[in-house]
Every structure is written in C-alpha cells, then in structure tokens.
C-alpha cells in the first residue's frame, strides 16, 4: 500500500513539475519567465480564491437556480455540525466536509488574513519538506480540527484555514538549524508563547473566532515538527525537481545577442 502510495505520488509529481515547466516556457518574455515554484501553496490558494469568487456572486433569489447553486457551494465549504453526523444518512455532504471547511472563508478579510501568512510561511516549508507529506498533514489537521468542534458543540460549525496557518507557522519554527532529534528549537517556545498561549485565554470565548482550529492547527503542526526528520527532501530530490522546472526555453536572437554582448 505504501509502496503504491508512493508511486501515484511520484506520477503526480512529473506531471506537476511536466505543467510547470510548460507554464514557464509559455509565460516567457526575452530572459524573464514566470515560475510555478511552490505547487501546494499556488493551488491551496487558487483553490481558495475560486470558492471565494464563487461565494462572492450575488444573485436575486428569483433566480433560484444560480441562487441555489450559491447556497451549495456556501454549505459545502464548512465543516459539518454534530447533528449532521448523527443524521449522515440525510445529510451525505458530511463526509466530504471535513476536508472541504479548510477552502472556505466567511469575509475578505478572513480570506486576506490567511492566504497572505501562508504566502510567506509555506513555500519555505515546500523548500525543505515533501508536498506530500505536507498535504497529508494538512488533510489531518482539516479532519481532526472538525471532528474536535463536532464534539466539543451541537451546533458550531467552522470554516477557513487558520488551522492551517498555524500549523505552518508551527512547522517554520523548527527550520532552523538542531543537531540532535531531541533538541527542543527555543524559537518553538518563542511561538508557542506568541501564538498558542493567547488562543488557549481566548478559548472558549464568543467572538466569531474559531480558537479550537487554531489550537488544533498548532499542535498537529508541533507533533509533525517533532516527527518531520524522516519526511525532509533529499538533496537528489530537491536537484531533481529543479531541473525539471528549470529548463530553459529557447532563447531568441535578440537575447542570444545580449548574452554575447554582457556574458
């Protein structure tokens, strides 16, 4: 099964790494191209930017078949309420939710908040650890932050991906340098300080914020930080990926003359 796992990861990621360097031959002008450099982050985002300008579409409720479809894709993109799961027979999106929470958002700003931290936070975790390995987690994160808000509450439900974000941030923390598997990052503590210690005093409270995601989010990213030696890319993977995306298009006359004329 791992074996096989392995196998449909590493054919996704020749395909991936296949369209990113088509997309960069295509987007070339002179020297300069555009690089698809970090694929989770880019499709995360893209993902999100998509159910959000979904959301985003305002339509009269007599035209019910727009208006209905606007309704769906609001009610897909949250984490399903415990009821929910006690009735999963006539509610069959239950399921699907617990992955599909993490893709919505409930304003701009919330949108904003997280898509931006991750824009700074993941592609340095793409750099030094496997998308894979990434994903999963993430996909764990997602399942468990709304299996815990199913219990913790009838009604609650959440949506967005802070959880998310404060996994990465939880993540980023131990990139720097620790020799042994024990050693303990103090920028890990610093983080925990900064990050965690605020959402434990908020939790519980009735401000619209989802602190159990953020909770959850934070120490699924600290136990994967802690267990993440074996999941880093090698060095023959990360040259790998980059010559595959690296690949040069053909220059043209015009630059093949600039490179003659400033070597």
Not at 72 to 88: G, Q, T
Not at 91 to 107: A, E, M, S
Not at 119 to 140: F, N
Not at 164 to 187: E, K, N, W
């Amino acid at each position: 099964m791992n074996r096989r796992f392995t196998e449909c990861c590493d054919w996704i990621g020749a395909k991936q790494d296949a369209c990113s360097s088509f997309f960069s031959n295509i987007c070339t002008c002179g020297s300069y191209r555009l690089v698809f450099n970090a694929p989770l982050t880019l499709w995360f985002e893209g993902l999100c930017l998509l159910v959000w300008a979904l959301k985003l579409t305002k339509t009269p409720a007599c035209e019910w078949p727009r208006a209905a479809r606007n309704k769906f894709i609001a009610e897909l993109f949250r984490s399903p309420a415990r009821f929910e799961a006690k009735h999963i027979g006539r509610y069959p999106l239950t399921v699907p939710r617990l992955v599909l929470h993490i893709f919505g958002h409930g304003n701009w700003e919330h949108f904003l908040g997280n898509t931006t931290s991750l824009l700074l936070v993941l592609p340095m975790l793409e750099e030094k650890y496997k998308v894979r390995w990434l994903a999963t987690i993430s996909l764990l994160n997602a399942v468990v932050a709304a299996v815990v808000t199913m219990i913790m509450s009838e009604w609650t439900v959440v949506l967005g991906a802070s959880g998310i974000v404060f996994q990465c941030m939880l993540l980023a923390v131990f990139s720097g340098r620790y020799h042994a598997p024990g050693d303990i990052p103090i920028t890990f503590l610093l983080a925990v300080a900064v990050y965690i210690v605020p959402e434990v005093r908020a939790w519980g409270t009735d401000d619209g914020v989802s602190h159990t995601a953020h909770l959850v989010g934070g120490i699924v990213g600290a136990a994967a930080a802690f267990c993440a030696r074996g999941h880093a890319r090698t060095p023959d993977e990360v040259q790998r990926s980059q010559a595959r995306m690296s690949q040069a298009p053909a220059r043209t006359p015009a630059v093949q003359m600039t490179w003659r004329t400033y070597p």
